[in-house]
Each structure stands twice: as C-alpha cells, then as structure tokens.
C-alpha cells in the first residue's frame, strides 16, 4: 500500500486561506468517504482534525474543512493563524481493511 | 476522559523482537466495535499505520510488514501489546497507541508516543 501524495510544504500569511491535497487511488480516497486529517504540532502526538472526509470533531475550529473530489482530498485553512503552523497528515482507509496515512505537509506561516 | 500511554524499550538491537504496550483508561475493549491500533513515524519522516485490534479479538496489519507483526489484548488489565520481529535500523521511530470509537474508521485519541532506537 504507497502512502497518499501530499505536497511537501504550503505556506501562507495570516487571514488568508491555504488548501492541502492528498491524492490516493481507487483502493482507498476514491473508494470510500473515510479520509482524515490530522496536525501534529513538533514533538507532539497528531490530533485529528477532520473525519469521514467533512466532518469535525468536538472542538475543532471551523477553520478547518474537508472536502474529496475523485481521487484527490482536500484540507482547507481559512482564516490562517500563527498556531496553525504545523505538519499535517491525510489518512484513507483501503480496500484491504487497512489504513494508509498521506507523506504529510509542512505548513507554514509567513 | 481516554487516554493512552505507551511502554517498552527504548533501545533494542538489530534482529531482536519488540514488544511495546498500550496501556489505556476511559473506555472498555470489551465494548462493541471499539479498537486499539499502533502507528509509527520515523524521524523526520511520516506516519506510517501498523495494526489495530478490535473488542471482538479481529486483528488489522499493514501488509507490508504483517509478516512481523503480532498485536494482542488483555482486556482484564486494559492494556493492549505489539510484537515486532527481526527488528532493523529503519525501524526506528516514535511509536504511537491510539483509539478507534465504535463504527468510526479514524483515531480520535492518540498516546504521547515513545521513541524506540534500534542500535547494535
């Protein structure tokens, strides 16, 4: 199973909005509607962000939204922060009943 | 309130077997469809998914390393434990326990991660 296609770095100033992809393929981000997002601050463990590829979790900023198109899903920042600076990682469930997790972005804010 | 703590070597020599326990609290492995998984990143580098265990013992492995892998539960302790064989050098890397709610496919709540080196 190859890990999900992420750019490796996205930056932007604050107040505006970024947008992260993660392309998968037929066995898994196209298959099904179970892609997340996770950020993970330095030396810290990630936190999921989004879930069945729109939804948010309890106290998750609504700054934060999903979307998928075909193969390809979509991480969007409005609103764009200075604690938003950090790695963010993709994950899609597959046709194999396991999990693949996307090569993660670095985020940065300018 | 869940939560999760890894434990086990921090330092283990090439070809030797790892063995890494979750230990968790705020929720039960007996109850229906909830599960416990492990996922790893190397340094510097991305996560990589290795397995998950389920309330009723159904057992998930990356395919790339399934061959090496075995996880287990101890419901009675609330603890769930990883075995890794034939461990390398690129293996190395924090490993992370997290937690799956029941008829979820993400994981909502993650352990701090403990480092494992493997170094002769």
């Known amino acids: 199973q190859s890990a999900l296609t992420q750019p490796a770095s996205v930056s932007g100033s604050p107040g505006q909005s970024i947008t992260i992809s993660c392309t998968g393929t037929?066995?898994?981000?196209?298959?099904?509607?179970?892609v997340s997002w996770y950020q993970q601050h330095p030396g810290k463990a990630p936190k999921l962000l989004i879930y069945?590829?729109?939804d948010r979790p309890s106290g998750v900023s609504n700054r934060f939204s999903g979307s998928k198109s075909g193969n390809t899903a979509s991480l969007t920042i409005s609103g764009l922060q200075a604690e938003d600076e950090a790695d963010y990682y993709c994950?899609?469930?597959?046709?194999?009943?396991?999990?693949?997790f996307g090569t993660g972005t670095k985020v940065t804010v300018l | 309130q869940i939560t999760l703590k890894e434990s086990g070597p921090t330092l283990v020599k090439p070809t030797q077997t790892l063995t890494l326990t979750c230990s968790f609290s705020?929720?039960?492995?007996?109850?229906?469809?909830?599960?416990v998984g492990w996922i790893r990143q190397p340094p510097g580098k991305a996560l990589e998914w290795l397995a998950l265990?389920?309330?009723?013992?159904?057992?998930r492995y990356s395919l790339s390393l399934k061959n090496r892998l075995t996880i287990t539960k101890d419901t009675s302790k609330n603890q769930v434990v990883l075995t890794m064989t034939n461990m390398d050098p690129v293996d190395t890397a924090t490993y992370f326990c997290?937690?799956?709610?029941?008829?979820?496919?993400?994981?909502?709540?993650w352990g701090q991660g403990t480092l494992v080196t493997v170094s002769s």
């Open positions: 705020g929720f039960s492995l007996t109850t229906g469809g909830v599960g």
């Open positions: 265990i389920y309330n009723d013992d159904d057992k």
């Open positions: 069945d590829v729109t």
């Open positions: 997290v937690h799956q709610e029941w008829n979820q496919l993400q994981f909502d709540y």
């Open positions: 994950s899609s469930y597959t046709s194999s009943s396991t999990y693949v």
């Open positions: 037929s066995s898994d981000v196209s298959e099904y509607n179970y």
